[in-house]
């Protein structure tokens, strides 16, 4: 245990200030006190150098042998308009908490809000400006993860826009201008098609074929439906609920959205086998050990390879070695939000109103479902039929004689 010095002064009667003790003969009151770990002690009954001076010794030995436990000094009252101070409000009892965010939420802001610490050395809010928020964006374009991989440039927006969000917050806006912001390239949205999902459920045996068309059944993110248990299916209305379960698995529903789905005849029957071969009232996809199963993708792309729907041109990690995906389940090509994006898709596809693919979906606002259908408008019939007008426009003042070239 490391020596806690003990010093012995003396305190005057008037002035109430502290001297060092010597040793020398001090008139009969005099308080003598000992300082030690940041504290003062009064030492009661002492009444000369000699005996304060034993006492300060055997204060230092009962410190050092654990017998009296040094005092804690009092904590420095925390800086309120300190980052740190400010930042750990936010992540803790401020916007978190007033917007209970989930779990992946809550580690992106922490990452993002670590990231711009390391980048800017400043200590205060009011200190922060535009020049912070313009080198956080090239110390994120610079930046290495522990894989030494560079992040691409959608991280780098989203990295960027938690921090402008949390400034914001505190009162410190429109720090950058628009053209300052990161720049991405959006994802145009995609779907799988028909004949490439028929030759899936083609190669799946039972329990692979009843994920594959849960996911195309009912459109559930991959918590939904890593979460979705037996007493959530009603048989009688061929309907399925998803909503938060926090006490059983501590998981919940994004933003809240509880909601209940019709399924087809098909995906009805299809579940009601798959229940007859593993009874139970739990989960409906678990692992082997009963628990929610976090690699239902993993079952899709071992179908998909086997099928030999795999782009062939993917290097990913299998049993820690870097593979191609002509050889092994690692193509990225496959991904379950995209099978979500599918089921919107079909629904359209089969008559359904925006509006009720919106509620089933779970989307908050109708702008997301648009996305999602932008792939089927491009493909629609109608679409398709005024790309062919817009081409016949030239074609019909060229002499009839004129042909495609072969």
């Known amino acids: 245990m490391r020596k806690i010095k003990v010093t012995l002064y003396i305190r005057h009667h008037k002035t109430q200030k502290y001297e060092k003790a010597e040793n020398i003969i001090y008139p009969h009151g005099t308080i003598f006190v000992l300082r030690h770990a940041g504290k003062w002690e009064t030492l009661k009954?002492?009444?000369?150098?000699?005996?304060?001076?034993?006492?300060?010794?055997?204060?230092?030995?009962?410190?050092?042998?654990?017998?009296?436990?040094?005092?804690?000094?009092?904590p420095k009252p925390r800086d309120s308009q300190a980052l740190d101070v400010l930042i750990d409000v936010y992540l803790t009892t401020g916007k978190a908490a007033e917007k209970n965010w989930r779990k992946h939420t809550l580690q992106a802001y922490v990452l993002s809000l670590k990231l711009f610490c390391?980048?800017?050395k400043k200590t205060r809010l009011e200190e922060i400006e535009g020049d912070d928020l313009r080198a956080f964006k090239v110390f994120l374009r610079k930046y290495r993860t522990k894989a030494g991989k560079p992040y691409d440039p959608r991280s780098i927006w989203n990295h960027f826009n938690n921090v402008v969000s949390f400034l914001n917050e505190h009162g410190k806006s429109n720090l950058v201008k628009a053209s300052d912001w990161p720049k991405y390239e959006a994802k145009k949205v995609v779907c799988y098609d028909e004949t490439v999902m028929a030759r899936l459920l083609q190669f799946a045996d039972d329990d692979e074929a009843d994920v594959l068309e849960f996911f195309l059944g009912v459109g559930f993110r991959n918590g939904e439906a890593?979460?979705?248990?037996?007493?959530?299916?009603?048989?009688?209305?061929?309907?399925?609920?998803?909503?938060?379960?926090?006490?059983?698995?501590?998981?919940?529903?994004?933003?809240?959205?509880?909601r209940i789905i019709g399924i087809s005849d098909r995906l009805d029957e299809r579940l009601r086998a798959r229940h007859l071969r593993h009874p139970g009232n739990g989960l409906i996809f678990p692992n082997t050990k009963g628990k929610p199963d976090k690699h239902l993708l993993r079952v899709i792309k071992c179908v998909a390879l086997r099928a030999g729907l795999n782009c062939g041109k993917c290097i990913g990690i299998h049993e820690r070695k870097r593979v191609s995906c002509s050889t092994h389940p690692v193509c990225r090509k496959w991904i379950l939000h995209t099978l979500r994006k599918t089921w919107a898709s079909f629904q359209a596809r089969s008559g359904a109103d925006v509006r009720t693919i919106q509620a089933d979906a779970g989307h908050s606002n109708l702008e997301t479902t648009l996305n999602y259908l932008a792939a089927e408008?491009?493909?629609s019939e109608r679409r398709r039929a005024q790309i062919n007008a817009a081409d016949a426009r030239v074609r019909k003042h060229m002499p009839q004689s004129a042909s495609l070239p072969q």
């Open 45 to 74: 009954n002492c009444t000369n150098y000699q005996e304060g001076f034993v006492a300060a010794m055997q204060k230092e030995i009962d410190l050092l042998v654990g017998k009296v436990k040094p005092p804690h000094p009092k």
């Open 118 to 120: 390391e980048s800017c």
């Open 377 to 379: 408008e491009r493909r």
């Open 226 to 258: 890593m979460h979705a248990e037996w007493s959530d299916f009603d048989y009688q209305n061929r309907e399925i609920k998803t909503y938060s379960k926090e006490a059983q698995y501590g998981w919940q529903v994004k933003d809240s959205e509880e």
